[in-house]
């Protein structure tokens, strides 16, 4: 089995081989691990991508709006992703993104997990049929559970969560009630027993 540290690294020469600068290159590289890590198929998706680019051209998306539509190829998901994550805290105002036509989204999905972390909130995003629940950049949850190449999402949209309880305050005030019974007064014996508290001084 690879290590996260050698698939960083062959996945950032690899972008970096196939026309993409360093620093961009670098950002490839920690997507690809985040997938790995989250057991989703990275490798696959940016080897495959990674040979189409030889032979086909991608749009390459720098700003983003609240719809975004490819006019004649799909948009490329390394540069719309970089894009989605430069302008993340103008992005996170909005309710809801769409785009069209990015190609193998599974590349772009990382970017918006580590957006998530930045700006601190749940982040839902779709494409087609296959839903992803991001979480801060430490998890993602989805139904997606196939370990394919998918080329093409044709319908993707972005939704910002906005960061509430999960509880009712009834819940939360029977439950704080409940652990209020941990703070026992202290008594003569308790004091006597505690720590630091003994009845001879070694010192």
């Known amino acids: 089995m690879k290590s996260l540290s050698e698939i960083d690294t062959v996945s950032k020469r690899a972008s970096r081989a196939a026309g993409f600068a360093w620093g961009i290159a670098e ?7 985040i997938l790995e890590i989250f057991g989703l198929p990275g490798i696959k998706n940016l080897n495959s991508f990674l040979k189409k680019k030889k032979t086909n051209k991608f749009e390459k998306l720098n700003i983003i709006n609240l719809e975004n539509k490819a006019d004649n190829v ?8 970089i894009s989605f994550l430069d302008q993340i805290k103008t992005l996170e105002k909005l309710n ?12 772009f999905l990382p ?14 995003l779709k494409f087609d049929d296959r839903e992803f629940l991001l979480n801060f950049n ?5 139904n997606f559970l196939n370990n394919e190449i998918i080329e093409i999402g044709n319908y993707i949209s972005i939704k910002f969560i906005d960061n509430l309880d999960l509880f009712t305050d009834e819940e939360w005030r029977e439950l704080y009630n409940l652990s209020e019974n941990t703070f026992v007064e202290e008594s003569d014996s ?11 001084d070694n010192d």
Do not use: W
């Open 96 to 107: 809801e993104i769409k785009f069209e036509k990015i190609a193998y989204p599974l590349l």
């Open 190 to 200: 308790l004091k006597r027993g505690g720590a630091g508290a003994g009845l001879t």
């Open 27 to 33: 950002d490839v590289g920690k997507n690809i691990r």
């Open 74 to 81: 799909q948009f490329c998901p390394i540069i719309t992703g």
């Open 138 to 142: 430490n998890n993602i949850y989805s």
């Open 111 to 124: 970017f918006v997990s580590r957006a998530s972390e930045i700006i601190g909130k749940r982040i839902f």
